[in-house]
């Protein structure tokens, strides 16, 4: 029997149900004093699973975060346990039903993505987990804030991090019993009785991606909710046995990859967000969208592919590599090239195909980054520019990279770590990325010296993300980290050789890479500048 709701709760009248289940149900509620209106979530007091209760104690460290709800008030009233939060709009799962259960559109996946990383990253920086990650709890809000995602329902939440010591959980091999959902809770947690942490809030979010990208989602979640052990068994071996790269069939690799890095991710590890986010920022970039995160619903029909005039009004992938060949054929190179540094096992110099890369000059809209002009001339370039091509940070640092590999002099190398600077100045994305590193190997490379080989500082993924820190020791690192790169900074334009420019760049490296989200601050892009100034001086 449903219990009988009242008409009012506290200062609240209660008006329609917005949703209701078997914990409670949640009503638009209208304060009788303000008029301000809420979303009143009631369950009975002596409910078997008092959620409410649970979710009452999540709710003040979680406010003031981005997408999550205010909390306005809560208590107990009239035999119900009452939380009084902002009133916001659809949920996911409403919406991906209005659509027939059949695929969600790209762009909009890429933004569930990115946005529910944040949540996620936010909600971890407090010490809680959701653990109850699905499209029903991740809703829409209402206008003028209908493009933000908000994380609801922390009945199932759980605190990672001990708030008297600030330490992280213990593992253990006790089997536990499973809390969280069906569908999208981890493998680790739902099928192997693990005890969860911040991976398995990404894994959840994986598989809640994965499903919304495929034709009837995951096979698992088709036959309902399962009734009987037997059901539920079969359901959790069939989440068990499938591989990453059957769900992943046919999607684009990032979904992939992403599923099998949250499942890599060890118990106390901190996930990469940033990295994840710029990740499916590019994919989103690459499949023509917008550089942005916001969740438009209904989605626009096609992609709305940004390039300038002098190109095609679609420019795959294809095309801009076609474009670029183009532009490189109609080179002439004849000027001969010095050797970078004093060095007598100098530098190999690349065929001249490879020296005859295109330099980039500025980003052509300060606002926007991922424009840029392959040109066919040097820094004074007054030649017309041969074409304009939208370029993701990606793969503009990469093209960065090699051409910091293929410079000849110090002059070269200059204007190339000046146009990395410029893109980590200009990009929305503040956090060194893995071709950000690449790009910093292969300087400290010519700088320290061309000719050997040097272990990359951090161009693999895998060693990403290895901070299984506190929340005390943050604020310590935080400041650790200013403090070097100041000192970089300031000191950079004293550097007397290409071998102390290698130094610091390296010193760069580490202090960012040390760094929680591996932003990129002024400093570190004053250092950048600092270092190629000094490089163009340099004898
Ligand atoms: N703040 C809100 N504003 C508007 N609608 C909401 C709000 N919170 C929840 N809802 C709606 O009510 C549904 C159930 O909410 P919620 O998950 O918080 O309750 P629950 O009782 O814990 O549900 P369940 O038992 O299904 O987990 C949501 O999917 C959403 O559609």
């Known amino acids: 029997m449903p219990p009988q709701y009242p008409q009012r709760i506290g200062n609240w009248w209660l008006g329609d149900c917005l949703g209701s289940g078997y914990s409670g149900a949640i009503f638009k509620a209208t304060n009788i004093y303000t008029h301000e209106v809420v979303a009143l979530k009631l369950q009975e007091l002596d409910h078997e699973c008092p959620t409410n209760r649970y979710e009452r104690g ?90 933000k995602i908000y994380m609801i329902d922390f009945g199932f939440s759980k605190r990672y991090i001990d708030p008297r010591t600030g330490m992280h959980i213990e593992e253990s091999n006790k089997k536990r019993d499973f809390i969280g959902n069906y569908w999208f809770t981890s493998v680790k947690v739902h099928c192997k009785g693990k005890i969860p942490t911040r991976r398995d809030d990404m894994e959840a979010l994986a598989l809640m991606l994965i499903h919304l990208l495929t ?130 096992n100098a530098i190999n110099v690349p065929n001249a195909q490879k020296a005859a890369r295109p330099k ?53 190398l200059a204007r190339v770590v000046r146009q990395f600077a410029e893109v980590l100045e200009t990009s929305k994305s503040k956090s060194l990325t893995k071709e950000g590193f690449a790009f910093l190997d292969a300087l400290y490379k010519q700088l320290a010296d061309p000719s050997v080989y040097v272990v990359p500082m951090r161009t693999s993924r895998t060693r990403s993300g290895t901070q299984q820190e506190a929340a005390p020791n943050e604020a310590d690192a935080r400041r650790a980290k200013m403090d070097k790169l100041f000192s970089l900074r300031r000191d950079v334009g004293t550097a007397k050789s290409n071998r102390m420019l290698a130094k610091m760049a390296s010193e760069f490296g580490v202090c960012i890479d040390k760094s929680r989200g591996r932003t990129i601050t002024k400093d570190a892009v004053g250092f950048l500048y600092g270092l190629a100034d000094r490089l163009r001086v340099m004898p």
């Open 360 to 412: 980039k000059a500025k980003a052509t809209d300060p606002g926007d980054a991922s424009v840029i002009v392959i040109s066919t001339d040097g820094e004074n370039d007054t030649a017309p520019k041969a074409a304009a091509v939208r370029l993701t940070k990606a793969e503009q640092l990469t093209e960065l990279t090699s051409m910091a590999q293929d410079a000849t002099d110090n002059v070269m």
């Open 58 to 147: 999540f709710y003040p460290s979680l406010q003031g975060g981005e997408g999550m709800p205010t909390l306005y008030a809560s208590g107990v009233e009239a035999g119900f346990d009452f939380l009084a939060i902002s009133l916001l709009g659809s949920s996911l799962d409403s919406l991906y039903r209005k659509i027939g259960r059949n695929i969600m559109d790209l762009r909009s996946v890429c933004c569930i993505a990115m946005q529910v990383i944040s949540r996620l990253e936010f909600m971890h920086s407090r010490g809680i987990l959701h653990r109850d990650i699905q499209l029903g709890n991740c809703v829409i809000g209402l206008p003028p804030d209908e493009k």
């Open 215 to 344: 034709p009837g989602g995951l096979s698992w979640t088709r036959n309902g909710v399962p009734k009987t052990d037997a059901a539920h068994n079969r359901l959790k071996r069939e989440k068990l046995a499938a591989k990453s790269e059957d769900l992943c069939r046919g999607l684009p690799d990032v979904f992939e990859e992403f599923l099998r890095y949250c499942r890599r991710l060890k118990f106390a590890e901190r996930p990469d967000y940033e990295e994840w986010r710029e990740r499916f920022m590019d994919l989103a970039v690459n499949s023509g969208y917008p550089e942005d995160d916001v969740f438009v619903w209904p989605p626009q029909a096609e992609p709305s592919v940004h390039v300038t005039p002098t190109k095609p009004p679609h420019s795959g992938n294809l095309q801009r590599l076609e474009g670029i060949l183009k532009d490189l054929a109609e080179l002439k190179l004849t000027e001969p090239r010095q050797v970078l540094g004093v060095r007598a």
